[in-house]
């Protein structure tokens, strides 16, 4: 059962504290990250196939592991580093 105010631990794309010493991305070098368009990357979170975080200017921002996990899921190997 769900405390009121908390996402269910099933839902991916749930809010989360920012990780530490990860790079975040914006939205613009998400979608050069994962090769798609940056709507695409708005629409992915939205759907809830790609976790972000807010930093601390309360902009929405996205974990690398979350943007290799997606790159994987798109398409089908991970990305060359």
Not at 15 to 20: F, G, K, Q, V
Not at 26 to 36: G, M, T
Not at 45 to 57: M, Q, W
Request: charged share 30%; glycine share 4%.
């Amino acid at each position: 059962m769900a405390l009121a105010g908390n996402t269910p631990p099933d839902c991916p794309a749930e809010h989360t504290e920012p990780p530490r010493k990860q790079k975040l991305y914006n939205r613009k070098e998400a979608a050069d990250y994962l090769l798609v368009d940056p709507r695409t990357v708005t629409r992915y979170r939205v759907k809830g196939k790609l976790s972000f975080i807010h930093d601390e200017n309360n902009r929405i921002r996205y974990p690398e592991d979350a943007l290799k996990a997606c790159y994987h899921w798109k398409w089908g190997h991970w990305p060359s580093e």
